[in-house]
């Protein structure tokens, strides 16, 4: 098991078959497996399904802060602006989410699909008078952002702002050594462009607040829960969540299921066989397969027996979500792509508890 360490990001380039033997050996160890770091505190490596769901249904136990998406615990400056609600344990969690799902309303979820059919139409049309392309970077990066900016209501002169900017914090959260092409450091990085975002939210909310329109800003600056209404400094780290997460999450989604569909013609022959039908257990194999992502912390609130297994307050736990839907106690033939999983309870959307994934419904629908 030593040679195995999952906080190398040389591991997560390794091919699929290869990650996925090492997890299925760490699967099978009869004892917690605990990967040290050089540089920064170890953690133990979650990777079965039944580990993951158990942790998740006991939140008073396996606590999301002081961060939820991280190895290491930013500093002060860092989780200011990006300690979004997936970093919070109830009730300040459960407030912030009754809060925000009130702009989710079903009609709002039609309303986005709505968009996303018109969207894909539009890029279908110009990928057929442009011909050969990359699908990467002409549908799965400017379809889900566009979808998000659209739903948010957030003008179209600002949008490839808002790519840089996702891009550059996407590289800077994945890399602890990473450096922006000027030099400028990780944490630098990472409060420049999550101000730039927050400083953009806090005009759109102010601009809603005097002239309401159609879209979630307006919902959320406009809506409360018990008298509470969303802070702008909360309304800028859920755009941040929504435009990063939400964005990073579909172009994988995106990306992944052209090649899955390339890679199984009969898979996509018995798609195309009959779309309407097919396509919801589709879009539900498409996220246990590709599980884009990857990953969840969690840290011990106190000394805990976790289905056999002893951790110690404080300690970090990854929850390896990629791991889980390959658990062959649950998946038959999981290592098999079948649009046809039927049941197919995976962790892509996390696993039930308070942190199931709020847009869940929305990707679904979409």
């Known amino acids: ?36 770091r050089e540089d920064g505190p170890g953690f133990y490596a979650i990777t079965r399904y039944d580990q993951i769901a158990e942790m998740s249904r006991n939140p008073q136990v396996f606590s999301s802060e002081p961060i939820a998406v991280g190895l290491d ?32 309303t079903p009609r709002m979820i039609a309303k986005a699909a709505d968009d996303v059919a018109l969207l894909a139409t539009e890029i279908v049309d110009s990928l057929l008078e442009r011909g050969p392309c ?31 900017a996702t891009d550059s914090l996407i590289a800077a959260i994945g ?39 159609d879209d979630v800003i307006t919902a959320m600056v406009n809506g409360d829960v018990d008298g509470e209404a969303l802070s702008d400094a909360a309304l800028g780290k859920f755009f941040v969540l929504l435009v990063v997460a939400g964005n990073e999450t579909t172009r994988n989604a995106l990306s992944h ?39 969840m912390r969690r840290t011990a609130k106190r000394d805990v027996d976790l289905l056999g297994h002893t951790y110690r307050a404080g300690d970090r736990l ?20 079948n649009i046809r999983r039927n049941p197919n309870p995976h962790l892509g959307f996390g696993s039930r508890g308070p942190h199931f994934c709020l847009g869940a419904l929305g990707a679904r629908s979409a």
């Open 257 to 295: 299921a052209l090649t899955l569909f390339t890679d199984h013609p009969e898979q996509r022959d018995l798609l195309l066989d009959d779309l309407d039908e097919r396509m919801p257990t589709a879009v539900e194999e498409i996220v246990r397969y590709v599980t884009p992502v990857n990953w």
């Open 1 to 36: 098991m030593t040679t195995i360490d999952l906080s190398d990001l040389d591991f997560w380039a390794k091919p699929r078959s290869e990650r996925d033997r090492a997890f299925a050996a760490l699967r099978a160890a009869d004892e917690p497996v605990f990967c040290l």
């Open 73 to 104: 615990d930013p500093p002060p400056e860092v989780s200011g602006l990006l300690g979004s609600m997936l970093s919070l344990d109830d009730p300040r969690h459960a407030r912030l989410r009754r809060i925000v799902a009130r702009a989710f």
């Open 175 to 213: 890399d602890p050594d990473h450096q922006d092409p000027r030099g400028k450091p990780r944490a630098a990085v990472l409060v420049d462009n999550a101000r730039f975002m927050h400083e953009l939210m806090g005009e759109l909310a102010e601009d809603r607040r005097a002239r309401p329109a």
């Open 318 to 337: 990854i929850m390896h979500y990629v791991s889980a839907n390959r658990d062959e106690t649950v998946f038959v033939d999981s290592h098999r792509f």
């Open 134 to 164: 990359d699908f990467v970077s002409e549908v799965a990066v400017p379809m889900p952002l566009e979808v998000v900016c659209r739903m948010m209501g957030v003008p179209e002169s600002v949008r490839p702002e808002i790519v840089e």
